[in-house]
């Protein structure tokens, strides 16, 4: 294949003049809020304005679709980052509310075209949990914004080439 002749898009992570929205679940605050620092860390690193950034707090993690949604169908915002922590309990509980946040993000993503990035925590214990909110694992707040910032940028290069 000669990649002199293939174009190639790629998003970056510039965040200069990008608006972006954060959704956060309260439940599990004291991850999420580790989760937020992360997010808002990577955000202002990439030169989002703080001004550029609308975070809206939810119950719980099962709330977060539909916060996102509205967001989405706003046309406010370049993307929307979704922080939150489910952890497994004794119940099949966080089976279902796992898998109900999981599908309702992406489903909102498509729903929108509109970069909608799932950083919300499934693990089976608390100390899982703390070493992917800034530990351990690194955080996984700042790497849904990396995510959200690449994908915004991607999609506007991909809008330049239709």
Request: with cysteine; hydrophobic share 40%.
């Amino acid at each position: 294949m000669n990649t002199n002749k293939t174009t190639i898009i790629e998003g970056s992570f510039e965040g200069k003049g990008l608006k972006i929205a954060i959704v956060a679940s309260r439940f599990n605050e004291f991850i999420t809020q580790k989760l937020l620092q992360g997010a808002m860390d990577c955000l202002l690193r990439h030169n989002v304005s703080e001004a550029d950034v609308t975070l809206v707090w939810v119950p719980g993690s099962f709330e977060i679709p539909l916060a996102a949604d509205c967001l989405a169908k706003s046309k406010q915002y370049n993307a929307v980052i979704c922080l939150g922590t489910i952890i497994r309990g004794e119940t099949p509980h966080f089976q279902y509310v796992a898998s109900e946040t999981t599908k309702g993000v992406a489903k909102v993503m498509l729903d929108n075209n509109l970069p909608v990035i799932f950083g919300v925590l499934t693990t089976d214990n608390i100390e899982q949990a703390v070493n992917r909110a800034g530990t351990k694992s690194g955080n996984k707040g700042f790497n849904a914004a990396q995510s959200a910032l690449e994908m915004a940028n991607l999609l506007k290069q991909i809008g330049k080439k239709s």
